[in-house]
């Protein structure tokens, strides 16, 4: 028998053994500056302005905070987006019961509210409604409460539009403070992260260039000013886990 043959061709069998049980690097390891391994999921579950009304699709929040998270290094893929003009808390519920969102997400935010107010509607119902989103989006979260992000209703009160229509500011402005209050106390009892966008809003009664072009919804300017506050928070997510 030849010895280095047969030693030859044993080592080339248990190098082709070892790297048949790596698994590949191409696929696992992380790209330079990268944070993530993977792309990561993200649904944003709202209204209009979760869907950015009056702005260009990239404009909106969602798009706005993917860009920025991609910028700190993290990877994602297109916002999942169920919002639309106009919904209640119960518009979204059955919206999402229909779309049935498949999988789990690394990010899940949830803006829902306004149309509550609007129309007048039950706070108590409003609260039993919002809770049922709220434990939905942590389930969608794969129960990591800390990976969602509530973000509080902004106040349509200061707009040209709520002028136009005659609304009395201060009242609009009280009833949106008392469905606040209720979103952050059910966002404290859940364990998710809370962010406060109304302080934001009311600074367009003073500067129009936060407005959109309709009168009413949050210009691309107001909408990166609530990126910089949700930023820090979902990042805190990632790196709890």
Known sequence: MNFNRYWTGLCVFFVFLIAACVPKLDVFMQAPGSTKQSALRYLALGDSYTIGEGVKNEDSFPYQLVKALEEDGFSFNQPQVIARTGWTTDELIRAI???QPQGTYGLVTLLIGVNNQFRGYSMEIYRSEFRELLNRSIQYADNQAGC????SIPDWGVTPFARTIGVE?????SQIDRFNDINR?????AGV???DVTGISRTA?????????DGLHPSSAMYRAWVEQILPEAKACFNQN
């Not at 969602?148 to 973000?151: A, E, G, N, S, T």
């Not at 500011?169 to 402005?173: E, N």
């Not at 106390?185 to 009892?189: D, F, G, V």
Request: hydrophobic share 40%; charged share 35%; glycine share 6%.
């Open 205 to 213: 009664a003073d500067d129009s260039s936060l407005i959109a072009g």
């Open 97 to 99: 019961e229909k779309d």
């Open 148 to 151: 969602v992000v509530v973000l």
């Open 169 to 173: 500011r201060g009242q609009v402005s």
């Open 193 to 195: 992260r809370y962010v």
């Open 185 to 189: 106390k059910e966002a404290e009892l």
